[in-house]
């Protein structure tokens, strides 16, 4: 396999593992990206571009890289999910709550133990019903 960066790395199998199907939200329309693809990817960079703070829905495997790197790129990130810490589903508490803390100390807002119930555009920012009166 070689990369962009021109290096190259061999390997006898290789597994993309891409995950299942985004769970779906009642609401809301192009104003949340659904993140699988290539596509999906281009679409939030372009997003990203013009935009100072971003909400990420979601504390799993995708949603944490997706926070960790827009923070990384000088974005204002709110990780939102309704899990009582970041990965609290498959982690044990200890290591899911330093994860918490970990991303706190890199700047990304940690909301958890909310839930989305729904989308308000004001002018050209959306909120998040139900999570934090800050917008994204």
């Given at each position: 396999m070689?990369?962009?960066n021109r290096e190259t790395y061999s390997y006898e199998k290789l597994l993309l593992a891409t995950g299942v199907r985004p769970n779906r939200l009642p609401f809301g329309d192009d104003s949340i990206i659904y993140f699988r693809t290539l596509s999906d990817y281009r679409n939030l960079r372009a997003l990203s571009e013009n935009a100072k703070r971003?909400?990420?829905?979601?504390?799993?495997?995708?949603?944490?890289?997706i926070a960790a790197a827009l923070t990384m790129?000088?974005?204002?990130?709110?990780?939102?999910?309704?899990?009582?810490?970041?990965?609290?589903?498959?982690?044990?508490?200890?290591?899911?709550?330093?994860i918490n803390q970990f991303y706190?100390?890199?700047?990304?807002?940690?909301?958890?133990?909310?839930?989305?119930i729904?989308?308000?555009?004001?002018?050209?920012?959306?909120?998040?019903?139900?999570?934090?009166?800050?917008?994204?």
């Open positions: 070689v990369c962009e971003i909400a990420v829905i979601g504390g799993g495997f995708i949603g944490t890289e790129n000088g974005k204002e990130v709110a990780m939102i999910f309704p899990g009582e810490s970041i990965g609290d589903r498959i982690f044990p508490r200890d290591l899911s709550q330093f706190k100390q890199k700047r990304v807002e940690v909301l958890s133990g909310e839930k989305i729904g989308l308000e555009k004001k002018r050209q920012s959306v909120h998040g019903e139900d999570c934090s009166s800050k917008k994204y």
